[in-house]
């Protein structure tokens, strides 16, 4: 068989091609072995990797040096060109199967690639960083979103997390959630930084904010015209009462001028029309209804067995829209003593300065527990005071007293 230092230029350039492409194949499944972490696979390739590079050299020397080649590459080059084709032959389909297990494992395990790709794909950052700042992984969009933030890749994951924080920041026109947790990895402790996107979340809760102020807006507006539909309803009988009695009064001037005077009869029943008319009148007096509020109100006190103590009285320095907060107050008052405080005695004072005219209402009951709230009753009588420039509050001390203040003014004198 002719040897294969006597085959021609052109078929030791193939050979030496072979053995050098199975070099390449034997390298690239060794280092693909170590990136998958599968050894194994990397001692199987070795001993491909040995012979054909063994191959490749003689080869080469003998086409580089011809006659001056060394000893070896002659001994070899003399023997039967047939051997070295075997060989190739064997060791190709072994350094072949070695590879396509390699790339087999490598699509079909898990794999720190496979986990790699993965990160990669989601639509969140993630960031591993170790207590000096040794980033140990960090995901494409967590590298683009430090860019955007500090300007510059990402190096040192204390540095990015001192810039970004737990926060929510605006990135690339989408809304982050920055957010760290600590790991326990083989004894050691690692950081993970994640960034997600809650871009959709944000902007539906800024929508529900909105809508939750003004539904609470409708809900304060709602509580006013409740509490004004009283004030609104008395007001309305009022005017339609005061509207009869005009109509009422221009008939009977018109009756009147009409009347004869010989007609006894008739003008009596005149008078008699003018007498109720007048009655009617002296109904919608300014304080006309004050004696029958402090009535009604010892009334509703008796029967829940607290006794009222008028220390003084300024119910007259006051109009009559105060006067009536004042009645409310004292009504409330008197409800939330025996309600919450078991109380046997309120006392009712006012005080009267420069500034202000401030009425109290102590009661002896039980004190309340904690922080005092204003709700029901008390929330609606502090709007209804709110919108007259009046202050509602109460003081927990020896006793429970609440408190209303009149800003002392033109207003505030009789009749105003």
């Given at each position: 068989?002719?040897?294969?230092?006597?085959?021609?230029?052109?078929?030791?350039?193939?050979f030496s091609l072979w053995a050098f492409a199975l070099l390449i194949v034997c390298l690239f499944g060794i280092v693909r072995s170590f990136a998958l972490k599968r050894y194994r696979f990397a001692v199987f390739a070795l001993l491909p990797l040995l012979i054909s590079y063994f191959i490749w050299q003689v080869l080469f020397d003998i086409h580089l040096l011809g006659d001056s080649a060394a000893s070896l590459s002659k001994k070899l080059g003399s023997l039967p060109f047939g051997f070295l084709s075997l060989t190739l032959l064997v060791i190709t389909p072994a350094a072949a199967i070695n590879l396509a297990a390699v790339i087999r494992y490598g699509k079909r395990s898990i794999t720190p690639d496979a986990v790699k790709f993965c990160l990669d794909k989601i639509p969140c950052g993630i960031c591993c960083f170790s207590d000096d700042g040794r980033v140990l992984f960090s995901n494409v969009c967590m590298n683009r979103l430090c860019i955007a933030a500090t300007g510059s890749i990402l190096q040192n994951g204390n540095q990015f997390y001192g810039a970004v924080g737990e926060s929510i920041l605006t990135l690339d026109g989408h809304r982050w959630r920055f957010t760290r947790r600590e790991l326990l990895l083989d004894g050691e402790r690692l950081h993970e930084l994640?960034?997600?996107?809650?871009?959709?979340?944000?902007?539906?809760?800024?929508?529900?904010?909105?809508?939750?102020?003004?539904?609470?807006r409708l809900k304060s507006e709602l509580k006013e015209y409740n509490l004004n539909i009283d004030d609104t309803v008395r007001k309305q009988e009022i005017l339609h009462a005061k509207v009869n009695i005009h109509d009422e009064m221009n008939r009977l001037m018109l009756s009147t001028v009409a009347a004869q005077n010989d007609d006894g009869k008739t003008m009596d029943q005149i008078f008699t029309l003018w007498e109720q008319n007048a009655l009617l009148l002296c109904m919608e007096a300014d304080h006309?209804?004050?004696?029958?509020?402090?009535?009604?109100?010892?009334?509703?006190a008796a029967a829940l067995k607290i006794r009222l103590v008028w220390k003084n009285s300024l119910i007259d320095t006051l109009n009559e829209k105060e006067r009536g907060l004042f009645f409310l107050c004292l009504k409330e008052a008197v409800a939330n003593a025996a309600k919450?405080?078991?109380?046997?005695q309120i006392e009712i004072s006012a005080h009267k300065t420069e500034k202000e005219i401030r009425c109290a209402f102590t009661n002896d009951g039980k004190l309340p527990e904690g922080e005092i709230r204003f709700a029901g009753g008390l929330y609606n009588l502090s709007v209804l005071a709110k919108r007259?420039?009046?202050t509602v509050f109460c003081e927990a001390k020896e006793k429970f007293t609440l408190y209303l203040c009149f800003p002392k003014g033109a207003e505030n004198q009789p009749g105003g």
């Amino acid at each position: 068989m002719i040897p294969l230092f006597s085959l021609s230029e052109l078929a030791r350039s193939l050979f030496s091609l072979w053995a050098f492409a199975l070099l390449i194949v034997c390298l690239f499944g060794i280092v693909r072995s170590f990136a998958l972490k599968r050894y194994r696979f990397a001692v199987f390739a070795l001993l491909p990797l040995l012979i054909s590079y063994f191959i490749w050299q003689v080869l080469f020397d003998i086409h580089l040096l011809g006659d001056s080649a060394a000893s070896l590459s002659k001994k070899l080059g003399s023997l039967p060109f047939g051997f070295l084709s075997l060989t190739l032959l064997v060791i190709t389909p072994a350094a072949a199967i070695n590879l396509a297990a390699v790339i087999r494992y490598g699509k079909r395990s898990i794999t720190p690639d496979a986990v790699k790709f993965c990160l990669d794909k989601i639509p969140c950052g993630i960031c591993c960083f170790s207590d000096d700042g040794r980033v140990l992984f960090s995901n494409v969009c967590m590298n683009r979103l430090c860019i955007a933030a500090t300007g510059s890749i990402l190096q040192n994951g204390n540095q990015f997390y001192g810039a970004v924080g737990e926060s929510i920041l605006t990135l690339d026109g989408h809304r982050w959630r920055f957010t760290r947790r600590e790991l326990l990895l083989d004894g050691e402790r690692l950081h993970e930084l994640t960034a997600s996107d809650i871009t959709v979340e944000y902007a539906k809760t800024e929508a529900l904010q909105k809508d939750k102020e003004a539904l609470s807006r409708l809900k304060s507006e709602l509580k006013e015209y409740n509490l004004n539909i009283d004030d609104t309803v008395r007001k309305q009988e009022i005017l339609h009462a005061k509207v009869n009695i005009h109509d009422e009064m221009n008939r009977l001037m018109l009756s009147t001028v009409a009347a004869q005077n010989d007609d006894g009869k008739t003008m009596d029943q005149i008078f008699t029309l003018w007498e109720q008319n007048a009655l009617l009148l002296c109904m919608e007096a300014d304080h006309s209804n004050e004696s029958k509020e402090i009535t009604d109100i010892e009334k509703l006190a008796a029967a829940l067995k607290i006794r009222l103590v008028w220390k003084n009285s300024l119910i007259d320095t006051l109009n009559e829209k105060e006067r009536g907060l004042f009645f409310l107050c004292l009504k409330e008052a008197v409800a939330n003593a025996a309600k919450h405080a078991d109380a046997k005695q309120i006392e009712i004072s006012a005080h009267k300065t420069e500034k202000e005219i401030r009425c109290a209402f102590t009661n002896d009951g039980k004190l309340p527990e904690g922080e005092i709230r204003f709700a029901g009753g008390l929330y609606n009588l502090s709007v209804l005071a709110k919108r007259q420039g009046a202050t509602v509050f109460c003081e927990a001390k020896e006793k429970f007293t609440l408190y209303l203040c009149f800003p002392k003014g033109a207003e505030n004198q009789p009749g105003g």
